[in-house]
């Protein structure tokens, strides 16, 4: 027993591989933070199939227990309660240790953490590795506390489900996966957490499965996933095709091989990034994550908004080396980018389901990011990821305390109107105060406005946009200056589309309806609290990065602010190389806008405007008549309807693909497979069996025909020998 | 003195072939069996004279087989009779699919 045990502890200890001198950093229990979540899946699994036996069983006898009573809650509903922020917050804490373990050496190179050899043919070897640097130790700072905080709120948000422990054990999964994908030491490894997000996005959008609608957008977010999805297989392929290997370390050791701008390091990183494209919802694979919102809330706040989708965003900033050395992919990955962070916003700008503008708002969020990768600011894609997953996490947890309410008021009067439906909203910041205001300065962080997260880290990135257009040698200096113009553009519709959403839905008059209105109530404290605590971070988690040129200025306080340009500098072991081979063929950055102006001037311009824009707004929305959505008869025209029907993208990809895929298929089902093949095996068959009845002719039963035929038989043959 | 044995061998085989093939007489039909195995059995006996021993010993094997399936033969035609309480093949014929 002993032994096993010790054997456990050493597969959860694994040997680490720490060669380097100058600091020494020593993992703790790196595998016990991907083995959590894991045993939560399979206690909470177990505990799901139990519940349905449970169930299945109270329903036969007659005694069926009502989940919305707390106390005939059977134990299979209660435990996941605990087993499933429980197992969170321990890889949380385990997190933390080796988080500040790691602050307090300066860390050149990655730790690996070996456990076993996952593949071994010839030369061609993939170890089961966890890698720990400063890139995959803040990727789990993320995961594990903003996912422990997006536990917590769905033990309120999805108390009552009936298939609470199967919630549990798939979200649980899916943390388990995505610790595989930024912990994992290889590409290889990488895909199997790609991959298995891509599951658990499937298995929760598709939660309530009985609704064919939800189940499709399940299926939709799957199929179109799966697409990118190659393109990363292809990547990993030419990969180890030239290095053969697909370690981060060897690769990237060997990257120096490869010709700058040559045709090999373009298509390996343009396939990663239709991989990236996929799963983090750029153009023209973003339909997926609109129909992802049929999932439950929290769902989308973890997976579709703060870890998963920035999946793409933690490739691109891992392969920094190799985008570094492409600069036609790298100029590709930018203005995809900037194109889906306007396009998406112009969405957001006329939807009104309130999980369907923040849907729009993450594919426009994650449209910076790439920009940012893409004009070679890899820190500030990554601030930026870190800021979004803070402050989009709360306007969707706090967008579900909304719909938790709006529902509950419409369950208690037996109406069946959209709790999703902002029209149907007005005035909740009265019932609902603590939602509306940690909500505010959500909206304040993804608007820009100082001092808030994301005016920080957007900021960044346009900066680095602007500052690409104008750095002497960069490539394609225009198109870069075009970018850094449509990214500004998009900031503002952000402050627009974001402000509007809010306005409609917390304040004016309340359109609930006249019964509803009092059943109206604010979330309990097990669904504020995460959103109080994620609106602490979304006010203070720029502060980490303040820039270099701010921090001394209005913006830092006058150097009030302590950490500038913290995540530059953490990051830049990861960076180092990727800049380095900027600067040898690019020579250095040169700091100038394209119109002129400091980064400070920048920064105070777009923070003005944003201000006004979010001013205006409230003023602009405030003074609209909004009408419930059973008064609503408004009739859409020109440019708004095609907004409204966001761009009619949907309507187009089942035109031009879905609809000629079918109709391939289905002459493939009807000619093809039912005709000929089928047709095939058939006429086999009957011909078998109609020889068959043929010679059952000669099988009379009478004993003399047999002997007859048996005497002929052995003439014939004896003749045939003997001539 | 080798040929004329083969030579009634033959004739022996034939008659029993067609004491087979067209008698009705299930009884009948196993005793023309029996012929056939014997004209063979005079054909081994025949040539062991010019190969050796092993045409007789074969014989044996024959003889004693033929007594097992003379048995067994002779318990069906038997059963079949106290069925049918006839032993005319025309009047039966179950072998088949």
Same mark, same amino acid.
């Given at each position: 027993?002993?032994?096993?045990?010790?054997?456990?502890?050493?597969?959860?200890? *694994?040997?680490?591989?720490?060669?380097?001198?100058?600091?020494?950093?020593?993992?703790?229990?790196?595998?016990?933070? !991907?083995?959590?979540?894991?045993?939560?899946?399979?206690?909470?699994?177990?505990?799901?199939?139990?519940?349905?036996?449970?169930?299945?069983?109270? %329903?036969?006898?007659?005694?069926?227990?009502?989940?919305?009573?707390?106390?005939?809650?059977?134990?299979?509903?209660?435990?996941?309660?605990? #087993?499933?922020?429980?197992?969170?917050?321990?890889?949380?804490?385990?997190?933390?240790?080796?988080?500040?373990?790691?602050?307090?050496?300066?860390?050149?190179?990655?730790?690996?953490?070996?456990?076993?050899?996952?593949?071994?043919?010839?030369?061609?070897?993939?170890?089961?590795?966890?890698?720990? /640097?400063?890139?995959?130790? #803040?990727?789990?700072?993320?995961?594990?506390?903003?996912?422990?905080?997006?536990?917590?709120?769905?033990?309120?948000?999805?108390?009552?489900?009936?298939?609470?422990?199967?919630?549990?054990?798939?979200?649980?999964?899916?943390?388990?996966?995505?610790?595989?994908?930024?912990?994992?030491?290889?590409?290889?490894?990488?895909?199997?957490? @790609?991959?298995?997000?891509?599951?658990?996005?499937?298995?929760?959008?598709?939660?309530?499965?009985?609704?064919?609608?939800?189940? /499709?957008?399940?299926?939709?977010?799957?199929?179109?996933?799966?697409? *990118?999805?190659?393109?990363?297989?292809?990547?990993?392929?030419?990969?180890?095709?030239?290095?053969?290997?697909? /370690?981060?370390?060897?690769?990237?050791?060997?990257?120096?091989?490869?010709?700058?701008?040559?045709?090999?390091?373009?298509?390996?990183?343009?396939?990663?990034?239709?991989?990236?494209?996929?799963?983090?919802?750029?153009?023209?694979?973003?339909?997926?994550?609109?129909?992802?919102?049929?999932?439950?809330?929290?769902?989308?706040?973890?997976?579709?908004?703060?870890?998963?989708?920035?999946?793409?965003?933690?490739?691109?900033?891992?392969?920094?080396?190799?985008?570094?050395?492409?600069?036609?992919?790298?100029?590709? %990955?930018?203005?995809?980018?900037?194109?889906? &962070?306007?396009?998406?916003?112009?969405?957001?700008?006329?939807?009104?389901?309130?999980?369907?503008?923040?849907?729009?708002?993450?594919?426009?969020?994650?449209?910076?990011?790439?920009?940012? %990768?893409?004009?070679?600011?890899?820190?500030?894609?990554?601030?930026?990821?870190?800021?979004?997953?803070?402050?989009?996490?709360?306007?969707?947890? $706090?967008?579900?305390?909304?719909? +938790?309410?709006?529902?509950?008021?419409?369950?208690?009067?037996?109406?069946?109107?959209?709790?999703?439906?902002?029209?149907?909203?007005?005035?909740? +910041?009265?019932?609902?105060?603590?939602?509306?205001?940690?909500?505010?300065?959500?909206?304040?962080?993804?608007?820009?406005?100082?001092?808030? &997260?994301?005016?920080?880290?957007?900021?960044?990135?346009?900066?680095?946009?602007?500052?690409?257009?104008?750095?002497?040698?960069?490539?394609?200096?225009?198109?870069?200056?075009?970018? @850094?113009?449509?990214?500004?553009?998009?900031?503002?519709?952000?402050?627009?589309?974001?402000?509007?959403?809010?306005?409609?839905?917390?304040?004016?008059?309340?359109?609930?309806?006249?019964?509803?209105?009092?059943?109206?109530?604010?979330?309990?404290?097990?669904?504020?609290?995460?959103?109080?605590?994620?609106?602490?971070?979304?006010?203070?988690?720029?502060?980490?990065?303040?820039?270099?040129?701010?921090?001394?200025?209005?913006?830092?306080?006058?150097?009030?602010?302590?950490?500038?340009?913290?995540?530059?500098?953490?990051?830049?072991?990861?960076?180092?190389?990727? +800049?380095?081979?900027?600067?040898?063929?690019?020579?250095?950055?040169?700091?100038?806008?394209?119109?002129?102006? *400091?980064?400070?001037?920048?920064?105070?311009?777009?923070?003005?405007?944003?201000?006004? !824009?979010?001013?205006?707004?409230?003023?602009?929305?405030?003074?609209?008549?909004?009408?419930?959505?059973? /008064?609503?008869?408004?009739?859409?025209?020109?440019?708004?309807?095609?907004?409204?029907?966001?761009?009619?993208?949907?309507?187009?990809?089942?035109?031009?693909?879905?609809?000629?895929?079918?109709? #391939?298929?289905?002459?493939?089902?009807?000619?093809?497979?039912?005709?000929?093949?089928?047709?095939?095996?058939?006429?086999?068959? @009957?011909?078998?069996?109609?020889?068959?009845?043929?010679?059952?002719?000669?099988?009379?039963?009478?004993?003399?025909?047999?002997?007859?035929?048996?005497?002929?038989?052995?003439?014939? !043959?004896?003749?045939?020998?003997?001539? | 003195?080798?040929?004329?044995?083969?030579?009634?061998?033959?004739?022996?085989?034939?008659?029993?072939?067609?004491?087979?093939?067209?008698?009705?007489?299930?009884?009948?039909?196993?005793?023309?069996?029996?012929?056939?195995?014997?004209?063979?059995?005079?054909?081994?006996?025949?040539?062991?004279?010019?190969? $050796?021993?092993?045409?007789?010993?074969?014989?044996?094997?024959?003889?004693? !087989?033929?007594?097992?399936?003379?048995?067994?033969?002779?318990?069906?035609?038997?059963?079949?009779?106290?069925?049918?309480?006839?032993?005319?093949?025309?009047?039966?014929?179950?072998?088949?699919?």
């Amino acid at each position: 027993m002993s032994g096993v045990l010790l054997s456990l502890a050493a597969l959860v200890q *694994g040997s680490s591989e720490a060669a380097n001198e100058a600091g020494h950093f020593e993992p703790f229990l790196p595998g016990l933070i !991907v083995l959590l979540p894991l045993l939560g899946f399979i206690a909470n699994g177990y505990l799901s199939l139990r519940h349905a036996r449970v169930s299945a069983d109270s %329903v036969r006898s007659g005694s069926e227990f009502d989940l919305s009573d707390a106390s005939s809650r059977p134990s299979t509903h209660t435990l996941p309660t605990w #087993i499933g922020p429980g197992v969170m917050g321990a890889a949380f804490l385990i997190t933390l240790v080796n988080f500040s373990r790691m602050l307090g050496v300066h860390l050149e190179e990655a730790v690996v953490v070996h456990y076993w050899t996952w593949i071994a043919t010839g030369t061609f070897s993939v170890e089961a590795a966890l890698q720990l /640097d400063q890139l995959s130790i #803040i990727m789990m700072m993320v995961i594990t506390g903003v996912g422990t905080l997006i536990h917590v709120f769905s033990v309120g948000y999805m108390k009552d489900d009936p298939g609470y422990p199967r919630y549990f054990a798939y979200l649980n999964l899916f943390v388990f996966f995505m610790l595989v994908l930024v912990m994992g030491s290889s590409y290889a490894l990488m895909f199997v957490g @790609w991959e298995g997000v891509g599951l658990c996005s499937y298995l929760l959008i598709g939660y309530w499965f009985s609704d064919r609608e939800k189940a /499709d957008a399940g299926k939709k977010a799957f199929i179109v996933n799966r697409i *990118g999805d190659v393109g990363f297989l292809v990547a990993m392929f030419l990969l180890f095709k030239n290095f053969g290997s697909v /370690d981060f370390i060897s690769i990237f050791h060997d990257a120096d091989t490869l010709i700058y701008g040559g045709g090999l390091v373009t298509a390996i990183t343009l396939f990663f990034f239709i991989g990236a494209i996929g799963k983090s919802a750029q153009i023209p694979l973003y339909v997926w994550l609109p129909d992802a919102m049929a999932g439950p809330t929290p769902v989308s706040a973890l997976i579709h908004a703060a870890t998963m989708v920035t999946a793409g965003v933690y490739l691109v900033a891992r392969s920094s080396v190799l985008f570094a050395l492409a600069p036609f992919s790298s100029a590709i %990955v930018a203005g995809v980018g900037v194109l889906t &962070a306007l396009f998406a916003a112009t969405i957001a700008l006329k939807q009104n389901d309130i999980k369907k503008v923040l849907a729009y708002s993450t594919v426009s969020q994650l449209g910076y990011m790439f920009l940012g %990768v893409g004009v070679g600011a890899y820190a500030a894609g990554v601030f930026h990821l870190m800021t979004h997953a803070f402050f989009k996490a709360l306007l969707f947890l $706090g967008s579900g305390a909304v719909i +938790h309410s709006m529902h509950e008021a419409y369950h208690a009067t037996h109406s069946h109107e959209d709790a999703q439906d902002m029209r149907n909203m007005g005035g909740l +910041h009265r019932p609902m105060r603590i939602t509306c205001i940690t909500m505010w300065i959500a909206t304040l962080a993804i608007a820009g406005i100082w001092p808030f &997260a994301g005016f920080f880290s957007k900021d960044e990135i346009i900066w680095y946009a602007g500052a690409w257009a104008g750095a002497e040698g960069a490539p394609y200096p225009q198109l870069y200056t075009v970018y @850094w113009m449509l990214a500004l553009v998009a900031a503002l519709l952000t402050a627009f589309y974001m402000t509007r959403m809010m306005v409609m839905t917390f304040h004016g008059k309340n359109r609930t309806g006249e019964k509803e209105q009092g059943h109206l109530h604010e979330a309990p404290p097990v669904m504020w609290i995460p959103l109080a605590v994620l609106a602490l971070l979304s006010v203070f988690g720029g502060w980490i990065n303040v820039p270099e040129a701010l921090s001394a200025g209005w913006a830092g306080l006058g150097g009030l602010l302590p950490m500038s340009e913290w995540l530059h500098h953490w990051l830049e072991p990861i960076t180092a190389q990727a +800049h380095h081979v900027q600067e040898v063929n690019l020579g250095k950055y040169s700091y100038y806008a394209p119109f002129g102006g *400091g980064e400070a001037l920048w920064a105070a311009i777009s923070t003005i405007l944003a201000g006004t !824009v979010v001013f205006l707004t409230v003023q602009i929305v405030r003074r609209q008549e909004i009408l419930a959505v059973k /008064d609503d008869a408004t009739d859409l025209s020109g440019f708004s309807k095609v907004l409204f029907n966001k761009y009619y993208v949907d309507e187009l990809y089942d035109r031009v693909i879905v609809q000629p895929i079918l109709r #391939i298929s289905r002459f493939c089902w009807r000619v093809i497979d039912a005709g000929i093949i089928d047709g095939a095996v058939n006429a086999v068959g @009957w011909g078998s069996k109609g020889a068959g009845w043929l010679v059952s002719m000669f099988q009379t039963g009478s004993i003399n025909t047999y002997a007859f035929i048996l005497t002929v038989g052995v003439l014939f !043959v004896l003749g045939a020998s003997l001539f | 003195m080798i040929t004329e044995a083969l030579v009634l061998s033959a004739i022996l085989f034939v008659i029993g072939t067609f004491g087979v093939l067209v008698r009705r007489n299930a009884m009948i039909m196993f005793l023309c069996i029996e012929l056939q195995l014997n004209a063979v059995n005079l054909s081994f006996v025949a040539f062991s004279r010019l190969f $050796g021993i092993e045409g007789q010993i074969f014989v044996f094997f024959v003889m004693t !087989v033929a007594a097992a399936e003379a048995a067994v033969g002779l318990a069906i035609i038997i059963s079949i009779f106290r069925h049918y309480e006839t032993v005319n093949v025309d009047s039966f014929n179950l072998l088949k699919w």
